[in-house]
């Protein structure tokens, strides 16, 4: 079995990058946040919502904004995102919290089910395919009965042609969000430069697997209601629920 690479080997420069030019590199951002927000079940009362890698807190500020009776956890494992997380969402106080983990490590999970919606976004592609089925395993017993887990994130296309395909399409969403966002090339010939199209330039760091195979990993764990509401440039949005009888 391998051993999933720490999301320690990100360092705080890459948060940096992100932080700068995310909006940039991530496909219909946007589009991919208001769709998370919308897939969160819906409930009468409190709503408890953690995120897994909030990074700097995009996310996480459109769900507190999108519920206002929620309060969300955000986890990461970098201090600068959990700081620029911390001072965006400061205005919405105790709703709000932050605490330092690392994805791929088990002491973090468990405890009783406590939690209505667990999201992730650009985080578990860091873990290998034996870390992912664990992390499946472990946040269903973290789920509400009827809670739902969404994730947004890397996908690995299959197949050389589909790999060169999600490549090309991942170039061309940079190339014209840098346009529309700036006017110019600069962030685009910066995502080129520096490598961050990983189906042309892989990273040990990187290991994205196949849609299918998240599917599959989700509905071993107990899953139901399993869906790809949304896929693009080798990007996809994907869940399940964990059953309101469990």
């Excluded at 080997?9 to 700068?20: G, I, K, L, R, Y």
Aim: hydrophobic share 40%.
């Amino acid at each position: 079995m391998e051993s999933p690479i720490p999301l320690s080997s990100w360092s705080e420069a890459n948060s940096q990058q992100f932080v700068d030019y995310g909006r940039y590199f991530v496909p219909e951002r946007e589009k991919q946040i208001d769709m998370l927000c919308k897939l969160v079940p819906p409930a009468s009362g409190p709503l408890r919502l953690l995120e897994l890698c909030c990074g700097e807190g995009l996310l996480a500020e459109a769900l507190l904004e999108h519920f206002p009776q929620a309060a969300l956890t955000g986890y990461d494992g970098s201090p600068l995102m959990l700081e620029r997380a911390a001072q965006r969402l400061e205005r919405f106080g105790e709703r709000f919290s932050v605490r330092h983990f690392e994805l791929a490590e088990r002491n973090w999970r468990g405890g009783q089910a406590q939690y209505n919606a667990i999201l992730s976004s650009l985080a578990i592609h860091h873990l290998d395919a034996a870390g992912k089925q664990a992390l499946y395993t472990d946040v269903y017993q973290m789920l509400l009965p009827g809670g739902s887990f969404l994730i947004a994130d890397l996908v690995l296309p299959v197949g050389s042609e589909a790999m060169e395909f999600a490549a090309a399409e991942w170039d061309a969403a940079v190339r014209q969000q840098a346009l529309e966002l700036d006017g110019t090339l600069e962030a685009y010939e910066f995502f080129v430069r520096e490598g961050w199209n990983i189906f042309r330039y892989p990273d040990p760091m990187d290991q994205p697997s196949p849609l299918n195979d998240h599917i599959r990993w989700l509905e071993a764990a107990g899953y139901q209601d399993l869906n790809v509401f949304w896929a693009s440039a080798g990007h996809a949005v994907w869940g399940g629920r964990r059953p309101a009888s469990s």
